[in-house]
């Protein structure tokens, strides 16, 4: 089955700066990459998602890349801002199931 | 968020008695998922459904079993509570199984 890998699992950076968090997977039949944002006590919420027939998504300050033949896609969330601070998942579609990497814990300091 | 309730929202329970978590939904998706949340492991999925009346397991299945007699409601019972099973439980719903995957609000659950 599908085994996603993310990295680092905490993430420090100053405010205004920007940051990057990598995820591997392992099933090449997988299509679909989402990514999560998860505040303390709060539902996982969908900030940006991207597919297979896509290298690279932008969102206003989020974008996400995706390698297939390396297999391994990535989160930039540029010009950090305090409210950025939280929980970040990313995850694999593969077999009608999303699997879910262990997630970064991202802060960013004023 | 989506039209998605968990009830109840924190439960305490003792070992060995059955648990039943509710998932409603008013969205009309097609497929429900039940997680379980623990730190240092993300979001794993221990059942999911892709119709009422079709379930599947997810890769931590063990202890636990569900059901979905109809459109808006998925349920997952712990039929005698351990206290591995302690943990936040979070259910989704999406369209199809290779959509967005929307979370519900989550279920504290502390087995002591």
């Known amino acids: 089955g599908e085994n996603v890998e993310q990295h680092p699992s905490t993430l420090s950076v100053q405010e205004g700066d920007s940051a990057v968090i990598k995820c591997t997977y392992s099933d090449s039949a997988s299509n679909y990459f989402p990514w999560y944002k998860q505040e303390l006590g709060k539902r996982p919420q969908l900030i940006i998602d991207i597919r297979s027939n896509v290298g690279e998504k932008k969102d206003q300050r989020i974008a996400v890349t995706l390698n297939k033949t390396a297999k391994h896609f990535s989160l930039h969330i540029t010009e950090t801002q305090p409210e950025d601070s939280a929980v970040y998942f990313c995850a694999a579609s593969s077999d009608q199931k999303l699997v879910f990497g262990q997630g970064t814990r991202l802060t960013i300091n004023p | 968020d989506a039209g998605i309730t968990q009830s109840p929202r924190h439960k305490v329970t003792e070992t060995g008695t059955p648990v039943t978590l509710r998932c409603h939904q008013t969205?009309?998706?097609?497929?429900m998922y039940w997680y379980r949340q623990d730190p240092g492991h993300g979001l794993r999925l221990i059942h999911y459904s892709y119709g009422v009346k079709d379930t599947d397991k997810g890769e931590v299945s063990d202890g636990y079993s569900v059901s979905r007699s109809k459109t808006e409601d998925f349920l997952l019972t712990l039929e005698s509570a351990t206290s591995s099973q302690t943990s936040v439980y979070f259910c989704?719903?999406?369209?199809?199984?290779?959509?967005?995957?929307?979370f519900g609000p989550g279920t504290r659950l502390l087995v002591l």
């Open positions: 989704a719903i999406s369209e199809s199984g290779m959509q967005t995957q929307y």
């Open positions: 969205e009309n998706h097609r497929y």
